[in-house]
């Protein structure tokens, strides 16, 4: 059958070492004491325009749409984690955090006003390096 933990031709292929990786991780130890797991969380907001288009009239709106990949509450705060497939290295790991920092200040602020409860926590997690970078 072949190496099925590897197959980087087949983007629905299951990537069981990175998968174990995750699940042996403090971060998953952390997940499994919350009080509340949600993944692929779908959101529909309207937002003030000049939110994210600085000079748009304050009357105006836009619709923020998205989907976070999980977050946690625990002890009334949430912990929100994004996993990437990104191909890291000690050199371009920080270009890529600074990348997806936007990303996770949108599902920050969206998780906030939807939940009414503060995020604590912002967590990328590069699933091919097992790496976690907190925000």
Avoid: W
Avoid at 30 to 47: D, T
Avoid at 105 to 117: K, N, S
């Amino acid at each position: 059958q072949g190496d099925s933990n590897h197959n980087d031709s087949n983007p629905q292929k299951v990537d069981v070492d990175a998968l174990r990786r995750f699940l042996a991780s403090p971060l998953a130890e952390e997940l499994r004491g919350a009080e509340q797991v949600e993944r692929e969380f779908r959101f529909s907001l309207l937002v003030p325009a000049g939110d994210y288009f600085p000079g748009m009239d304050g009357a105006d709106e836009v619709l923020l749409q998205g989907v976070v990949d999980l977050y946690a509450v625990k002890d009334h705060s949430i912990t929100v984690v994004d996993f990437k497939t990104d191909r890291v290295t000690p050199e371009t790991l920080p270009g890529q955090v600074e990348r997806y920092r936007p990303q996770l200040g949108v599902y920050t602020a969206a998780l906030e006003r939807i939940m009414g409860l503060p995020v604590a926590r912002r967590v990328l997690y590069f699933l091919r390096t097992g790496e976690a970078v907190e925000l």
